[in-house]
């Protein structure tokens, strides 16, 4: 009987080990797939914490800084590549899928990070670099060996036209013909970021093959998803056909060219299919670098039948200006694809959120504005460290200072990326708190009072407003899954929405303009009638009950507030 007992113990104990965990903050119905509405945070490994003091940020380092992600609100991180490389361009130079750079530790570090996650109700999304490899990578090695080597066609090689002339104009995205002439066979490989990146041959299934392989490796490893880097970029035109010149010259000093023989060919959705295909099976997430020009493009990355990316970032939100009516029109655009968003406003490509929307007068309120627009819409966000404190671009004056090469090639246009990538602003003391060592990036002096710790003493400080919004997000059944109607849709300077749930909905309001405004709500058609609001949130600080026929804001001031049935 005892023995009986016993063993019906020890199988619910392990009912109760095989059980998913389920973050708590991550809310939802338990039929929605967990990263719905999951807050993601993307790490730039080199920038986040140094474990070790040699400057350059790591794995441990990661680990140590889990007890703040998770008081965030953050649910996974991605991590920027931290597989071995040499580092050409910053790991988006592969030289093993299937390893973690000495520089940032080892496969035991990276399974201890996981396991901490875990433990913090954090998952790990890395990033795989499925364009290109490095051209120290074993499989281009073998490649370029030899004209009959059996992985020669797992690249793109190519005969010139003619004596010094590549196989057709096509330029680099990072300066230059996109063709490198290799001595050894005398034929020219294709790259479109710089010579040290050989783009993969997706046209044979062995390279598709050992790609899915290689996702499925790291899913078995605990991984949840994968950010898919360049994935526009994974077909180009068997005949090599000329792509069509533009007016004008880049910023490396290349001719424009239109690039349709060698970017967002449709064989790329197969792919996409295929990398789907692969994670099916282990729940796992695939976000996509998804740069587009429209919408109808962004719709394309989620798959006919849904069977692609269940979250291509949309990228196009960077490159607006900060304004309520052009907000308005792209939210309300992406919502019209029916699809669930997702939501970015700064990476490690891209000037800092602070300085892009910033207008240099009230930067700090606009982060906060930021904040309150893209962490409350309909969908889930991706976040860039650094963000939530406000940190601002620290880009090199000179030359001889830059890290990153296009930077290098392209001085004076185009200063590089390094300015984006500063290591994280700890704390004031020396270094912010990054490393002990000499940073490999230097931080600007602002970080004495845009740092983690100053800001958490500071109830008006962007990291609090950024940590009440996400903890307003994880809990708020409206924020969580309420549709999205857009509100006084012709005021040219507040943009203001409903998330509305069945009997509640949370009322946002932002000022995106230096002056005083007004706003006035009739929220009786919503079925809304009571005529006040609970408020949620505010800068500056407002009355607990707003009456909706007046609704007063400062310059770049924010309201949130809930109405009941
Ligand atoms: C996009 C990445 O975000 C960028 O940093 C990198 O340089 C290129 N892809 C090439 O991998």
Not at 383 to 401: A, H, L, S, T, V
């Amino acid at each position: 009987m005892r023995r009986i007992a016993a063993r019906l113990l020890a199988f619910v104990f392990a009912l109760v080990l095989a059980i998913p965990t389920v973050h708590a903050q991550a809310g939802g119905t338990s039929s929605d797939p967990w990263w719905k509405h999951a807050v993601f945070y993307e790490i730039y490994p080199r920038s986040f914490m140094d474990s070790t003091g040699d400057g350059i940020g790591d794995l441990n380092g990661i680990a140590s800084k889990l007890d703040y992600l998770h008081a965030l609100g953050v649910d996974a991180i991605w991590i920027s590549p931290c597989f071995p490389s040499p580092q050409v361009d910053f790991g988006y130079d592969v030289s093993d899928y299937e390893n973690i750079d000495p520089k940032y530790g080892t496969l035991a570090d990276f399974d201890r990070l996981e396991k901490l996650g875990a433990e913090h109700g954090v998952k790990i999304i890395l990033d795989f670099v499925v364009n290109h490899t490095s051209d120290v990578h074993p499989w281009f090695i073998e490649s370029r060996s030899s004209r009959n080597n059996p992985k020669r066609d797992w690249y793109i090689w190519r005969d010139g036209k003619a004596k010094n002339q590549p196989p057709n104009n096509w330029i680099s995205t990072f300066g230059g013909s996109a063709w490198q002439w290799d001595t050894k066979t005398n034929q020219y490989y294709y790259h479109f970021f710089y010579p040290q990146q050989p783009d993969l041959n997706w046209r044979n299934p062995v390279v598709a093959d050992a790609m899915y392989g290689t996702s499925q490796w790291w899913y078995k490893r605990g991984v949840a998803g994968f950010r898919l880097d360049a994935v526009s970029t994974l077909f180009e035109d068997p005949n090599l056909k000329d792509n069509k010149i533009l007016p004008g010259k880049n910023k490396q000093g290349d001719p424009n060219m239109d690039n349709e023989n060698n970017d967002k060919l449709p064989e790329v959705h197969d792919a996409l299919k295929g990398l789907r295909k692969a994670a099916d099976p282990y729940g796992a997430v695939l976000i996509g670098e998804t740069w587009t020009d429209n919408i109808a493009e962004l719709k394309k990355y989620y798959g006919s039948n849904h069977d692609e990316l269940q979250m291509p970032m949309d990228l196009m939100l960077t490159k607006l200006k900060f304004s309520a009516p052009v907000f308005r029109e792209h939210i309300a655009a992406v919502n019209g694809t029916g699809e669930w968003p997702t939501w970015v406003i700064s990476n490690h490509d891209i000037v800092r959120a602070w300085n892009r929307y910033g207008d240099g007068k009230h930067n700090d309120q606009i982060a906060k504005d930021m904040a309150a627009m893209y962490l409350t819409l309909r969908g889930t966000p991706i976040m860039y460290y650094g963000e939530e404190i406000g940190m601002q671009n620290n880009d090199p004056k000179r030359k001889e200072d830059v890290k990153d090469p296009i930077g290098r090639t392209g001085w004076p246009k185009e200063i590089g990326r390094d300015g984006e990538r500063t290591p994280m602003q700890w704390d004031e003391t020396p270094n912010a708190g990054f490393t002990t060592g000499i940073p490999w990036n230097p931080i600007p002096v602002t970080y004495k009072t845009y740092n983690v710790a100053d800001e958490l003493k500071d109830p008006n400080s962007i990291l609090n407003w950024y940590k009440a919004v996400l903890a307003l997000r994880h809990t708020n059944e409206a924020l969580l899954d309420g549709d999205y109607i857009a509100l006084n849709t012709s005021d040219p300077n507040v943009l203001s929405y409903l998330r509305k749930a069945q009997n509640k909905a949370v009322l946002v309001v932002i000022n995106m303009s230096a002056k005083p405004q007004k706003a006035k709500f009739d929220l009786s058609q919503q079925g809304f009638s009571s005529g006040t609001a609970t408020t949620l949130m505010s800068t500056p600080k407002a009355a607990s009950t707003q009456k909706l026929s007046e609704i007063a804001l400062q310059p770049f001031g924010v309201y949130i507030g809930e109405v009941t049935k």
